[in-house]
């Protein structure tokens, strides 16, 4: 089960932040990330971390957002700077986990948190 926080109004230029907190008792999470939507798009990834700290960005983001995790807490959080209109969507928090000792892989999605980002 993975808990989103975050997200809201803001003018084109301000920052926002997200955090998504994983209860994953007795899995391993393999990685955890952001992917945003929009209406009538494809759901497209934002930022994703592994379990090693690889990170990877959208293209349109790079630079600008950045993500992080707190290990401990099975937490991860995504820090969105120089924000754009069209960056406005909504924000899903995604984790990808396994049980020790096996290989299927669960991918789990937290309920969607809009940004939205006024010119």
């Known amino acids: 089960q993975l808990q989103a926080s975050g997200g809201g109004l803001v003018q084109a230029g301000g920052s926002l932040s997200l955090s998504c907190a994983a209860s994953?008792?007795?899995?391993?999470?393999?990685?955890m990330g952001w992917y945003s939507q929009t209406p009538g798009k494809q759901r497209e990834v934002v930022a994703t971390?592994?379990?090693?700290?690889?990170?990877k960005y959208g293209d349109s983001v790079k630079g600008r957002f950045t993500i992080s995790r707190d290990y401990s807490k099975n937490t991860v959080y995504l820090l969105m700077t120089l924000l754009e209109p069209e960056d406005t969507a909504v924000y899903y928090c995604?984790?990808?986990?396994?049980?020790?000792?096996?290989?299927?892989?669960?991918?789990?999605w937290g309920q969607g948190t809009q940004v939205t980002v006024s010119s």
């Open positions: 971390m592994n379990e090693d700290g690889f990170t």
């Open positions: 995604n984790a990808r986990s396994v049980r020790p000792g096996r290989s299927y892989e669960y991918n789990t």
């Open positions: 994953v008792s007795g899995f391993r999470i393999k990685e």
